[in-house]
Nanobody, 112 residues
Framework: QVQLVESGGGLVQAGGSLRLSCAASGSIFSRITMGWFRQAPGKRREPVATISPTGGIKYADSVKGRFTVSRDDAKDTVTLQMNSLKPEDTAVYYC??????WGQGTQVTVSS
C-alpha cells in the first residue's frame, strides 16, 4: 500500500514558478512509476509528467520545456518543478503512483 501527500501549491503570477512535492509512504515506492496529473475546472484529469523506476520520463506536450519531474527513492519523494507558468496551468495537481495510488491534490492558480 502507498499513501501520497502533496505540498507546494499556491497562487503565482504568469511567468512565475512553483515546486510541488509528493511524499510517499510504503515500501514499494522505488519499484513503481510515479508522476503528476492535473484537473482543471470542467475538464478531465490529465497526465502532466511521469517518471519510471529507471528514470524514464514522459511529459505532456503542453508542459515540455517548462516543467521538470524528478524522484528521490532514498527519501520516497517525487517533485514537479514548474517554471514559466501560464494561466492555463491552473488546476488541482495530483501526485500519482502506478497502478492507482493518488494524493489528495493541491491547488495551483496562475494569474494573468
Amino acid at each position: 500500500q502507498v499513501q501520497l501527500v502533496e505540498s507546494g501549491g499556491g497562487l503565482v503570477q504568469a511567468g512565475g514558478s512553483l515546486r510541488l512535492s509528493c511524499a510517499a509512504s510504503g515500501s514499494i515506492f522505488s519499484r513503481i512509476t510515479m508522476g503528476w496529473f492535473r484537473q482543471a475546472p470542467g475538464k478531465r484529469r490529465e497526465p502532466v509528467a511521469t517518471i519510471s523506476p529507471t528514470g524514464g520520463i514522459k511529459y505532456a506536450d503542453s508542459v515540455k520545456g517548462r516543467f521538470t519531474v524528478s524522484r528521490d527513492d532514498a527519501k520516497d519523494t517525487v517533485t514537479l518543478q514548474m517554471n514559466s507558468l501560464k494561466p492555463e496551468d491552473t488546476a488541482v495537481y495530483y501526485c500519482w503512483g502506478t497502478p492507482a495510488y493518488w494524493g489528495q491534490g493541491t491547488q495551483v492558480t496562475v494569474s494573468s
